[in-house]
């Protein structure tokens, strides 16, 4: 089984910046991506940000140029998140996507932005 560990949200005012943190443990193999989704109450868990073992990065258009995705060890992956808005508000979530698309999820990490 895998575990994703998330750390780093919290309240912000708009404008400001935070780092989300997510490492994972536990039997792991075969990763294709790590990345993170956000989710607000009544809607969709959205995509935010993909990195994939090679290094490739995909961005919901919303945050380009806002947010960064990194990988700064082996199976941990950071985003982060700058120039906030009240809109980036959600509970984000770690994800891990294995090559036979198995899917892990972290258990959520509360963002709020707001003066």
């Known amino acids: 089984q895998v575990q994703l560990v998330e750390s780093g949200g919290g309240l912000v005012q708009p404008g400001g910046s935070l780092r989300l943190s997510c490492a994972a443990s536990?039997?792991?193999?075969?990763?294709?991506?790590m990345g993170w989704y956000r989710q607000v109450p009544g809607k969709q868990r959205e995509l935010v940000a993909t990195?994939?073992?090679?290094?490739?990065t995909n961005y919901v258009d919303s945050v380009k140029g806002r947010f960064t995705i990194s990988r700064d060890a082996k199976n941990t992956v950071s985003l982060q998140m700058n120039s906030l808005k009240p809109e980036d508000t959600a509970v984000y979530y770690c994800?891990?996507?294995?090559?036979?698309?198995?899917?892990?999820w972290g258990q959520g990490t509360q963002v709020t932005v707001s003066s």
């Open positions: 990195i994939t073992n090679g290094g490739n």
């Open positions: 536990g039997s792991i193999f075969n990763v294709y991506a």
């Open positions: 994800n891990l996507v294995r090559w036979d698309a198995v899917a892990y």
